[in-house]
């Protein structure tokens, strides 16, 4: 089955734009979703198909896609969003369906 | 709003089987799938597996031999069980509302309501 690849550990100033990525096989023929984690608590889906976001979630939090890679952009970082991100997708290249998580993204926001 | 409620064992020996059970409210069960994932301490999220309303099912290859998921749409409900346990398998288990659709030219897959987690920690 397919896999999806995140880096460990990102930074970002507080304000500033940071980019989270996600790439894999899956990506060619799926939108990621995006999750973010923070301790103790469950995941909260932030970005969803081509850049969708469910209610609730600030307008700073965007989503991208280009061949096997996708993007979260987050435009001016706040403190809140120090978080573990996780993307996922459908995967379909074996015999049958799964769904793939990436390793997950630290962000930092300093 | 829908809310989704987990509950079963927080504590197993060796070798007994894991159960766990999500109740749906507030929302259609039909049209969905509900997934459970899990995630050890410290660690990523893995997907174990997940099934629809018509109880189909798709089971993550690495943990097939030992998933069952099952449903009872009459209560909104669906389960897990996880055999012959081992403290590899010690994680929180989410269960979560899954949903599909297409945009442009891709498809898209995404988790939308999550349960709170149930710790399971296996241990002799």
């Known amino acids: 089955s397919s896999e999806l690849t995140q880096d460990p550990a990102v930074s970002v100033a507080l304000g500033q734009t940071v980019r989270i990525t996600c790439q894999g096989d899956?990506?060619?023929?799926?939108?990621a979703g995006w999750y973010q984690q923070k301790p103790g608590q469950a995941p909260v889906l932030v970005i969803y198909g081509e850049n969708n976001r469910p209610s609730g979630i600030p307008d700073r939090f965007s989503g991208s896609s280009s061949g096997n890679t996708a993007s979260l952009t987050i435009t001016g970082a706040q403190a809140e969003d120090e978080a573990d991100y996780y993307c996922?997708?459908?995967?379909?290249?074996?015999?049958?369906?799964?769904?793939?998580f990436g390793g997950g993204t630290k962000l930092t926001v300093l | 709003q829908v809310q989704l409620q987990q509950w079963g064992a927080g504590l197993l020996k060796p070798s007994e089987t894991l159960s766990l059970t999500c109740a749906v409210y507030?929302?259609?069960?039909?049209?969905?799938?509900w997934s459970w994932i899990r995630q050890p301490p410290g660690k990523g999220l893995e997907w174990i597996g997940e099934i629809n309303h018509g109880g189909s099912t798709n089971y993550n290859p690495s943990l097939k031999s030992r998933v069952t998921i099952s449903v009872d749409t009459s209560k909104n409900q669906f389960s897990l069980k996880l055999s012959s346990v081992t403290a590899a398998d010690t994680a929180v288990y989410y269960c979560?509302?899954?949903?599909?659709?297409?945009?442009?030219?891709?498809?898209?897959?995404?988790?939308?309501?999550w349960g709170k987690g149930t710790t399971v920690t296996v241990s002799s």
């Open positions: 899956s990506l060619r023929s799926y939108y």
């Open positions: 979560a509302r899954g949903g599909v659709g297409a945009q442009v030219s891709y498809y898209y897959f995404y988790m939308d309501v």
């Open positions: 507030g929302g259609s069960f039909s049209g969905y799938y």
């Open positions: 996922n997708s459908r995967d379909s290249s074996g015999n049958h369906l799964n769904v793939v």
